[in-house]
């Protein structure tokens, strides 16, 4: 029998309430998609470890690339020097997103926080006053302060309620299978935002195709569109939180790709660098870079970090984005392997609303008093585990989002899972 996990006791968790959870696993090693625990136990880890495992758990060329990097150099103070790694990435996605300038930071929430400050502090170069921030009910941006004012206020920001800025928000027309009523809850929520666009708007941030953290809740990308649509008629700016849908997550390199949207700014982090290491990357137009370029020095974008474009997480993302140029059908056949698993998933009582965007899956729970707090989805979770399948849904929200490298056995075993899990909650 292995041994019963016990907390550690000097770690601290991240949103882990101690008196109602059991002790972490231990993990030991990884290997594709999966997780060895130091009792022997493998398991499939079905959400890449938290959204960011892409291509699997130590993937060779990943690993071989940072190692080749840290003989050559290991970190350089960006605001005094530039490297060729950083170069190259930056090349890469500008290329690849249509967005000229890429700024450097460390991680999700704050990839946010530098677009925020962007578009805020670009009106304010110009001497305009757009008071007004515009994002969608249900939004998740992140937990620094800037970004946990643009999501959705909840359990996680309520302690710090006085400390957020007010921000606008329209509904999200999130929209699943068999839904006969999204045409009336996106015109709703059109009619919101054209209203909302009426104020002088600094900008309007959304996560494209997909909110994750508050359920993967999807909407159509022709929505999007028509978001798009009005604000640019209305002169404010675009901000995409791909932090989660970027990478081919959703079918395409990016979200706004598949969406048929250009943003002015996107945040990107997550699947960026494989899951290896932790980097943000913020993109955005040379018209926008070219509104800090002054005399003035309080027009000067006075953000940074210690390990801005470490060389490290720069080799990474470039050899993650070798894979992913190398292996398109990876990402663009991935919703194609879902489809016929979680239609017949589908078919289970316990199952509502089921929807599905590339390599997202997700559905409800049919529970009572749904919710993030609702306790069917943790006893999902420990049900799963006993079959060697890890999961973490989102309340009564259960998804599968798996590192591309899956195999079919595998998936059929992470469905199978859930399917006698349900039977037995």
């Known amino acids: ?22 002790p972490p696993l231990r993990a030991v090693r990884g290997q594709g998609a999966l997780l060895e625990l130091d009792d022997g136990r493998q ?20 690993a071989a690339a940072v190692a080749r990097q840290a003989h050559t150099l290991e970190q350089v103070i960006f605001a005094n020097f530039r490297h060729p790694t950083a170069e190259a990435l930056a090349e890469r996605l ?3 997103s249509g967005l000229e300038r890429l700024f450097f930071s460390d991680n999700g929430s704050t990839a946010v926080e530098v677009a925020l400050k962007i578009a805020w502090q670009w009106w304010h170069n110009q001497g305009i006053a757009r008071p007004q921030l515009i994002a969608f009910d249900g939004a998740y941006h992140g937990d620094t302060f800037g970004a946990m ?9 309520a302690p710090f309620e006085p400390l957020l800025f007010a921000v606008a928000r329209a509904p999200w027309p999130a929209s699943w299978w068999n839904d006969d009523r999204v045409e009336a809850r996106e015109a709703a929520s059109l009619e919101r935002l054209e209203h909302l666009l009426s104020h002088p708007t600094a900008a309007v941030i959304l996560e494209p195709l997909v909110q994750g953290a508050s359920g993967m809740a999807m909407v159509r990308p022709a929505f999007l569109r028509q978001v798009e649509e009005r604000v640019r008629a209305a002169g404010a700016l675009l901000i995409a939180d791909e932090v989660l849908t970027g990478f081919g997550r959703c079918g395409e390199l990016f979200a ?34 070219g509104g800090f370029i002054s005399e003035q020095p309080g ?56 929807r599905l965007r590339g390599s997202i899956a997700a559905f409800e729970l ?5 919710g993030y707090l609702n306790p069917a989805g943790r006893r999902l979770q420990a049900l799963a585990l006993e079959q ?23 998936l059929d075993q992470c469905y199978g899972a859930v399917r006698s899990a349900l039977d037995q909650l």
Not at 1 to 22: C, F, G, K, N, Y
Not at 149 to 157: D, M, N, Q, V, Y
């Open 1 to 22: 029998m292995p041994s019963a996990p016990s907390w550690h006791p000097h770690l601290w968790h991240p949103t882990t309430q101690v008196a109602r959870s059991e």
């Open 43 to 62: 398991l499939i880890d079905a959400i890449s470890s938290w959204w960011v495992t892409l291509h699997g758990h130590a993937e060779a060329s990943i």
């Open 94 to 96: 500008s290329a690849c």
């Open 149 to 157: 004012a643009l999501g959705e206020r909840s359990l996680f920001s």
């Open 256 to 289: 706004c790709q598949l969406a048929g949207i250009r943003p002015d700014l996107m945040s990107l982090s997550k699947g960026l660098t494989g899951g290896f290491l932790p980097m943000g990357v913020t993109l955005t137009s040379e018209a926008l870079y």
């Open 299 to 354: 027009h000067t974008l006075f953000h940074g970090h210690s390990f801005t474009a470490n060389p490290l997480g720069c080799a990474a993302a470039l050899a993650s984005l070798d894979l992913l140029e190398a292996h398109p059908e990876r990402y663009r056949g991935f919703e194609a392997r879902h489809l016929p698993r979680l239609e017949a998933l589908a078919q289970h009582p316990a199952v509502r609303r089921p």
């Open 366 to 370: 049919a529970v009572e008093n749904p």
């Open 388 to 410: 060697g399948v890890f999961l973490r849904p989102l309340g009564h929200v259960v998804y599968l989002l798996p590192p591309l490298c899956i195999s079919d056995q595998q």
